[in-house]
């Protein structure tokens, strides 16, 4: 009796679990997902013609205080920047609007010019999909984020341009 | 000599208020610019080929609600959707990334079913620029948003499909 309750609670733990549902895997340099960045406020967008995709561009508080009042060269430590990437899709009503498409990842920068002074000041992340799945192998990875992003390094390593808004 | 102080105490007052910056006018239907827009969260994007204009689109807290819970056919009164709208521009140093150039103008919908029963339960609201101006010579503008929305009826005249995100 006793083993057949402990199985009935291990299992409505089981199912609590996973309706709450679990947090994503870490990076595999230890960074986590940054808990609810879809809260996050604008900064930008752009549209990728070469890889047809559309993004929007979140910033945490620091990093949307830093954008409004100008201060991103360089961006503030505890700055973060979450790119969300959609393939491109046609909308259904209007043929010549692009719009966001299926789910391709998020991205982050976050500023922390001595912890990740090795790639430019900034940690790198990225989850694929909707189930959020890390990217990268090993913490090796980041180079390959570091690496794209020298050619702005007069920008601080960062591609976006705050968006001009009253 | 109270005649020149009141005169002093006046220009101050207008300095003071002009410094402050002044609330944008309405619009010609009634409708004032809801303040702090540029903090609502995020629901899509759209890249407009046909006029080369770049979008976000910002709901206030009801939108948003509804955007992540699927109820937007109907959307629930209150539902706030704002249109921040840039004039296309190439990355400086990504060729084949468009991304928001300057500002053309901001836009809203405001759902109130019974107020706006006239134009699909929408109000209808546009500020130019940067001055923010308000768009139409009366309140006559709204028939010509209302007739541009008017083939998506069945999405509840709305363009925009919520951006799916994890």
């Given at each position: 009796?006793n083993v057949?309750i402990?199985?009935v609670l291990?299992?409505?733990?089981?199912?609590s679990?996973?309706?709450?549902?679990?947090?994503?895997?870490?990076a595999?340099?230890?960074?986590?997902?940054?808990?609810g960045?879809?809260?996050w406020r604008?900064?930008?967008t752009?549209?990728r013609?070469?890889?047809?995709?559309l993004?929007?561009?979140?910033?945490?508080d620091?990093?949307?205080?830093a954008a409004?009042?100008?201060?991103?060269?360089?961006?503030?430590d505890?700055?973060?920047?979450?790119?969300?990437?959609?393939?491109?899709?046609?909308h259904?009503?209007?043929e010549?609007a692009?719009?966001?498409g299926?789910?391709v990842?998020?991205?982050f920068?976050i500023?922390?010019?001595?912890?990740y002074?090795?790639t430019?000041?900034?940690g790198y992340?990225?989850w694929?999909?909707?189930?959020q799945?890390?990217?990268?192998n090993?913490?090796?990875?980041?180079?390959e984020?570091h690496?794209?992003?020298?050619?702005?390094r007069?920008?601080d390593?960062?591609?976006?341009?705050?968006?001009?808004?009253?």
């Amino acid at each position: 009796m006793n083993v057949s309750i402990f199985s009935v609670l291990a299992a409505l733990l089981l199912a609590s679990t996973a309706a709450a549902g679990e947090a994503p895997a870490p990076a595999p340099n230890g960074i986590s997902l940054p808990v609810g960045y879809q809260d996050w406020r604008v900064i930008g967008t752009s549209h990728r013609e070469d890889n047809n995709t559309l993004r929007v561009i979140l910033g945490n508080d620091t990093a949307v205080e830093a954008a409004r009042t100008g201060h991103t060269r360089p961006w503030p430590d505890g700055a973060m920047l979450g790119k969300l990437v959609w393939k491109d899709a046609t909308h259904p009503a209007w043929e010549k609007a692009t719009v966001p498409g299926e789910f391709v990842h998020v991205e982050f920068m976050i500023k922390d010019a001595e912890k990740y002074r090795e790639t430019g000041g900034w940690g790198y992340a990225r989850w694929k999909g909707l189930d959020q799945v890390p990217y990268g192998n090993d913490a090796g990875f980041v180079q390959e984020c570091h690496g794209c992003h020298t050619p702005v390094r007069d920008n601080d390593f960062v591609f976006t341009h705050p968006a001009v808004m009253p």
